[in-house]
Nanobody
């Protein structure tokens, strides 16, 4: 079983930046980030495939970047979501999701495709 841990959430003002980290306890091939507000459906934010191919939802494409940790050998299990120019509408609980299948072999924008989930980290952006 793979365990995921998110870190790096917090509170910032509009225009600020945060970096989320997702760390998996085992080998995964596709890691994604979703976000969810109370009473709303979970929304796909970004994903990164094992070969480094990425996808970002349109509303964050010019502001967020997802990347994997290349500072250590076999550090594929760690992914970063750099969030810049944050807006109040980015306020949500952010979750990491992972699967042992390549992103290209599933629909990484659908939360039901992923077997492993983190506990979530809150991001709050104030105006």
């Amino acid at each position: 079983r793979v365990e995921l841990v998110e870190s790096g959430g917090g509170s910032v003002q509009t225009g600020g930046s945060l970096r989320l980290s997702c760390t998996a306890s085992g080998r995964t091939l596709c890691i994604a980030v979703f976000r969810q507000a109370p009473g709303k459906e979970r929304e796909w934010v970004a994903h990164i495939d094992h070969d480094g191919t990425t996808g970002l939802t349109e509303s964050v494409k010019s502001r967020f970047t997802i990347s994997k940790d290349n500072t250590e050998t076999n550090a594929w299990n760690r992914v970063y979501l750099e969030m810049n120019s944050l807006k109040p509408e980015d306020t949500d609980m952010y979750y990491c999701a992972a699967d042992g299948i390549y992103c290209s072999a599933l629909n990484p924008t659908k939360d039901t495709e992923f077997d492993y989930w983190g506990q979530g980290t809150q991001v709050t952006v104030s105006s």
